[in-house]
């Protein structure tokens, strides 16, 4: 990787106010539509939801001097078609990303077949869980070459533990004060995003 390291996250944006943000680090990205569409307009990326945003958050944390491009595919909830996930590392890798960050997936078995090809051809590495939260097997965390992420409530936060090629990390992301742990956004999202920023950053 380059000594400036550019990391696509694929998620629902990313709000630039937010106080955990480094705004100077994000770079104009664009909103791509379940048909594959992609918007390039002002805003496009702006999140929403929260759940980029604290992705993003996550990453900065620990690889603050990142460029962060984002992708967003989740608009009205935490929901994406196939083909926007596809067409988001495909574009990822066509717009010069070293870390694509895909916390998220899907468990159809059904798309394999498109991820495996997706990430066969992008010449960035690609982070993703390797199952999803009801423990499925998920795509394209699945397929060869992605580094694959288990969630482990046991490991620190910012730190990993490697078993069978799968980095398992924690589920917490940024805390917020005054915000106890388990009411703030967690999951596997959150371990994804640490083992991107740990990886960006040259810990991992």
């Not at 926007?84 to 694509?100: K, M, N, P, S």
């Not at 482990?152 to 078993?163: C, M, Y």
């Not at 917490?172 to 999951?187: A, D, T």
Request: aromatic share 4%; proline share 7%.
């Amino acid at each position: 990787m380059g000594e400036r390291v550019r990391i696509v996250v694929i998620d629902s944006g990313v709000h630039l106010d937010h106080p955990h943000i480094l705004a100077d680090r994000i770079l104009p990205g664009v909103m791509i539509l379940s048909d594959g569409t992609i918007v390039d307009e002002h805003d496009a990326c702006r999140d929403r939801l929260g759940h980029g945003t604290a992705v993003t958050a996550a990453i900065q944390e620990l690889a603050p001097e990142a460029d962060i491009l984002p992708i967003r595919v989740f608009r009205e909830g935490l929901r994406a078609s196939a083909r926007a996930l596809v067409t988001a590392i495909d574009w990822a890798g066509r717009h010069g990303a070293d870390l694509v960050n895909c916390s998220l997936g899907t468990a159809n078995p059904a798309h394999a077949a498109l991820f495996d090809h997706a990430v066969e051809i992008c010449p960035a590495r690609v982070v993703a869980p390797l199952m999803a939260a009801e423990d499925m097997p998920c795509w394209p965390g699945q397929c060869s070459g992605v580094l694959a992420v288990g969630l482990d409530w046991e490991v620190p936060r910012g730190q990993v533990r490697q078993k069978d090629g799968v980095l398992y990390a924690s589920g917490y992301p940024r805390p917020i004060p005054g915000v106890p742990q388990r009411r703030n956004l967690h999951g596997i999202s959150f371990a994804t995003a640490q083992v991107a920023g740990l990886v960006a950053s040259g810990r991992l």
